[in-house]
């Protein structure tokens, strides 16, 4: 095991970084159509474990004890206080995962200081997904039990959601705006359905949704604690034109894609399914890289995310072609290649 101290890189920025801060931690609280997709709504829950795990890795490899004491009594802090649906079955789960994911990232952590961060945080999913899985078989009721949980409190979001529309539909503002706009009227008709119909698909893909979900809290909360501490337990994180992982994950693809479409593995589509979207998704962020890499301006990249966000009949085919160009730059490799004048 190395878990040395090594001085951390200068310069490094909090501005972004308290964007996406405030985006992760806010945009899932909002009634909105978000919160029948994200899984766990409190998402502080999961970055001061993870926060705390990474001070208290600091400490023993010499830092000041103060930032870990200060993390590890807010992490047990807001793992006891009552948020949400407080004492759920499901709340205890997130709760559960939590503490899970940052104990499996601590290990990854102590297991080399010298690994990069992706690889830290691809190991410490690997370590509790399967910690997880085997919890689950072997509790009463089974893996079945914790599905018809998680499908319950998906349906009672979407309650939620849809109440807090029809309230804001009374409200003299909306009355307002629709007279001048009827199809605020579909626009929000719409929505209602989509809401509706979520916690199934949801329900479904919740280890998918999960581990990108932690995947991002993981990332979130390196990035902060390499910005809080005096010295660094790890490499920082690398710009989004450098985002790369393992070629043989392009494996993840293949099984995924295999259990969904073969009928001889019909059994096993579910699986396939939360392959298929969680390597889809990292591979979509490659191909962000590449983009990135290739364009020389960053307000170009800047309007093509805005043409994904607010312009849905392009949404499909950028996410497709970012994704084409990230697996291709599996075997392609652009930005090992020298650029063109």
């Known amino acids: 095991m190395d878990a040395a101290v090594t001085t951390k890189p200068v310069g490094q920025s909090w501005r972004l970084l308290a964007f996406a801060l405030a985006a992760f931690i806010l945009l899932p609280l909002w009634p909105s159509q978000l919160q029948v997709v994200v899984p766990i709504l409190q998402t502080s829950l999961l970055l001061a474990p993870i926060i705390a795990v990474c001070a208290v890795i600091g400490w023993l490899a010499g830092s000041r004890p103060y930032l870990a004491i200060v993390w590890v009594a807010l992490a047990i802090w807001l793992l006891i206080a009552p948020m949400g649906r407080g004492g759920s079955p499901y709340d205890g789960m997130a709760r559960g995962w939590a503490l899970l994911l940052a104990g499996c990232f601590g290990l990854m952590c102590l297991w080399s200081s010298a690994i990069p961060f992706i690889v830290r945080a691809l190991g410490a999913l690997g370590l509790a997904i399967a910690a997880a899985f085997v919890v689950a078989v072997s509790s009463p009721g089974g893996v079945d039990r914790y599905v018809k949980v998680s499908a319950s409190e998906f349906s009672a979001r979407s309650a939620a959601v849809i109440a807090a529309f029809e ?20 626009f929000y008709d719409d929505m ?5 119909e979520a916690p199934a698909r949801s329900a479904v893909l919740l280890p998918a ?65 939360n392959l298929l979207v969680f390597f889809g ?15 020389r301006r ?18 499909k085919l950028i996410v497709a072609a970012l994704i084409g160009i990230g697996l291709g730059d599996t075997w392609l490799d652009w930005r090992s290649r020298p650029r063109v004048a």
């Open 192 to 196: 209602e359905t989509t809401v509706r």
């Open 281 to 295: 998704a990292l591979y979509l962020i490659r191909g962000m890289g590449v983009v990135a890499w290739m364009s």
């Open 298 to 315: 960053r307000g170009l990249l800047i309007a093509s995310v805005l043409v994904v966000l607010f312009v849905p009949p392009v949404f």
């Open 209 to 273: 949704l999960l581990a990108l979900q932690s995947l991002g809290a993981l990332a979130l909360g390196w990035a902060v604690y390499s910005r809080l501490a005096p010295n660094s337990i790890g490499p920082a994180l690398s710009p989004l034109k450098e985002f790369r992982f393992s070629d043989q994950l392009v494996w993840g693809v293949a099984v995924g894609g295999t259990l969904l479409m073969l009928p001889a593995f019909e059994e096993g589509r579910g699986a396939g399914l």
């Open 167 to 186: 309230m804001e539909r009374r409200t003299p503002f909306y009355r307002g705006y629709a007279a001048k706009l009827p199809e605020m009227h579909a």
